[in-house]
Structure formats: structure tokens, C-alpha cells
């Protein structure tokens, strides 16, 4: 009897839960924006800047739809309906926004100005990267290069060095993010293979101090591409020496030596990646990168044997392999025989 009492007050429970979901009745929006209009105007916005910055982009994009209408004019809260748009990848929906928080913006309210056109620039970058970067498509390289040069003519404007006391975030958006945007930029252009413009992006964005082994990487990397292999050398020495366990680093200077004819250098960052790779269990591009360049160095230096069975690890792996490495076994083979019958007539 206990026991079918139990049982039957969860039933009752239950069915209290369901009508309460069901049947009590929803908060419409006309009666939340009853709530907001009910709100004087210095009270609503201090419930926007709370929210936002206590980083709650959901609570602040709840209210913003009744704020675009009520305050159209209000630079700030556009500002921040583009910038939650943003957090909830509703990229479309932030653009429009953000432009129009551009066009309102004081012209002395350099701070936010910058932090406008930092979140523009990110919309059009993850819309851009949507498309599938620039090597299929160049949609937004134009409304990114523009904002950029909004960024650039803005901090000239403003003159850093000259503010005494500068704010966490002031130091964050005039110093740190124009040359992190940059950057980016380059990252596209080398994406889509035009390697001159992404070498001058990334050199701008280390002349705007932002020095660290991503931007000297892909200037090196750029170079090794254009085959300008002399030039690419400083510059992936310089990202090895600020970030020596990048794997990406290491095997490019393993190609650069390797195109320079200093080959015992280069089998020596074979090595460094093959050590790393399998340290960080990283079984990917750099790793058979390194074996494959590990086969040409020991072709060039006469060390068939070597070079063979670093060939092996190539072709006993589940990887995608180019006709120049069947040409290399072939030619292994051969010269691998030749050895060996002059080794029988000794």
C-alpha cells in the first residue's frame, strides 16, 4: 500500500509539471516589450550594458530587437546587437548593424570605433572562411581590405603613445588587434596562393609589433613557394627560434635546405620533425613530409640504402602518394641492385 501511495504522488507530481509547461501562458512579445517601454530610457540601457558586460551575449540579444527600434540612432547599441549577432554566428544579421554603428559612431570616440570595425572585420572574416577562403571565392576581400584601412586611419588618428594611463582595453584594441587583423588577412591571401600580398600583410602586421612565429612562418612559408628559397631562410629561422616545437616550421626548413643543397642540414630537420611528431603522436602532412624529403636528400648524397627505406614508410602507409615517389623506387631499385652486384664481384 506504501508503495502504490509513492508511486502515486510521483503521478501527481508529474502531471503538476506537465500543466505548468502546457497550459500556463507564455510571455508574449508584445508584453516583454511592454516591460521595456515601461523601462526608462537610462534604466534600459544599463540593462544592455550589464548584460554585455557581464558576457551575456543571450540576455543582451534577447533585448536588442525592441532596442534597434527604440533607439535607431544610439551607436552603442547597435554596436553591441552586431557584436552578439556575431557570438551567435548570425554573420549576416551583424554587418548591416555594425555599419551603421560605424556611420553613428562620435568622431572622437576612437575606442569605439575600433572595437566597430574589429567586429566587422571578424564578420566578413568568418563569412569569408564560409565561403571557403579566397582560393574559391573573394566575396567579402574587398569590404575587409576597406575596413582595414578604417583601422589604420583611425589609429593615426589616435596616436598611442601619447595617451598617459592607456586601459586594458584600449591597449587590447589600439595596440593589439590592427595588427592581428593583418595577419588574418594574410592568412587569406596565402590561402589563395597570391604569396606577394600575403608576404606584405604579414610583414605590416609585424612592423605593427605584433612579432610571433605565425606571421614570420608564413612570410617564410610564401617565400618557399615562390621558390625564392634564400629569402625564406631568416624568416623561418626566426619563427623556429620564437616557437621551435612548430612542426609546420620545422619541415619547411627541412625543404628550404634541402632546395639550398645543404643536405646534412636538411635531413637534420627531418629528423626534429620526425622526433616531434611522434613525441605529440602527430601522424599527419609534416610527418611523411619529412620521409619524402628524407628520400630526395639521400638520393642526392648517394645513400641509396637509406633513402630506400625511407621510401618504405611512404609506401607502407595509408597515404596518397605522388608518381615521384614510385619513379624513386624504381630508380632505389636499380641503383640498389647495381650496388650489389659490384659488391659480388669484390
Not at 540579444?61 to 549577432?85: E, H, L, Q, R, V
Not at 571565392?137 to 596616436?159: F, G, P, R
Not at 626534429?272 to 620521409?291: C, D, G, H, P, S
Request: proline share 3%; glycine share 4%; aromatic share 16%.
Amino acid at each position: 500500500m506504501k508503495r502504490l501511495k509513492s508511486v502515486l504522488y510521483i503521478f501527481i507530481i508529474i502531471g503538476i509539471v506537465v500543466c505548468f509547461f502546457f497550459f500556463w501562458p507564455p510571455v508574449s512579445g508584445e508584453q516583454k516589450e511592454t516591460v521595456f517601454k515601461n523601462t526608462d530610457e537610462e534604466q534600459f540601457k544599463r540593462m544592455i550594458d550589464d548584460a554585455y558586460r557581464d558576457n551575456d551575449p543571450h540576455r543582451t540579444y534577447n533585448i536588442m530587437n525592441y532596442a534597434k527600434k527604440a533607439y535607431p540612432d544610439d551607436a552603442g547599441i547597435m554596436f553591441k546587437y552586431g557584436y552578439c549577432s556575431s557570438v551567435f554566428q548570425d554573420y549576416k544579421e551583424a554587418v548591416p548593424s555594425l555599419k551603421k554603428a560605424y556611420e553613428l559612431v562620435e568622431e572622437d570616440d576612437y575606442l569605439l570605433r575600433m572595437r566597430i570595425l574589429n567586429s566587422l572585420f571578424e564578420a566578413f572574416y568568418e563569412l569569408q572562411l564560409l565561403n571557403g577562403t579566397f582560393r574559391h571565392s573573394m566575396d567579402y576581400h574587398e569590404e575587409m581590405e576597406a575596413t582595414l584601412e578604417k583601422m589604420e586611419a583611425t589609429l593615426q588618428e589616435v596616436n598611442f603613445e601619447d595617451i598617459q594611463d592607456p586601459t586594458p582595453e584600449e591597449r587590447y584594441y589600439f595596440k593589439r588587434e590592427y595588427p592581428n587583423k593583418l595577419g588574418l588577412m594574410g592568412y587569406l591571401y596565402f590561402e589563395k596562393e597570391d604569396y606577394k600580398a600575403a608576404i606584405d600583410y604579414h610583414k605590416k602586421s609585424i612592423d605593427q609589433g605584433l612579432k610571433i612565429c605565425t606571421n614570420y612562418r608564413y612570410i617564410g612559408g610564401c617565400y618557399y613557394y615562390l621558390e625564392e628559397y634564400k629569402k625564406a631562410k631568416p624568416y623561418l629561422l626566426k619563427a623556429h627560434e620564437l616557437d621551435p616545437d612548430n612542426l609546420n616550421t620545422m619541415i619547411l626548413l627541412a625543404g628550404v635546405y634541402g632546395k639550398l643543397e645543404q643536405l646534412e642540414v636538411a635531413l637534420e630537420y627531418c629528423k626534429k620533425t620526425l622526433e616531434k611528431a611522434e613525441e605529440k603522436e602527430i601522424y599527419e602532412y609534416n610527418y611523411y613530409q619529412a620521409y619524402t624529403f628524407k628520400v630526395t636528400a639521400y638520393e642526392e648524397l648517394g645513400e641509396y640504402q637509406k633513402a630506400y627505406d625511407a621510401l618504405q614508410v611512404l609506401l607502407n602507409a595509408d597515404i596518397q602518394l605522388c608518381d615521384g615517389i614510385y619513379e624513386s623506387k624504381e630508380y632505389l631499385e636499380e641503383q640498389l641492385s647495381k650496388e650489389e652486384d659490384t659488391s659480388i664481384e669484390r
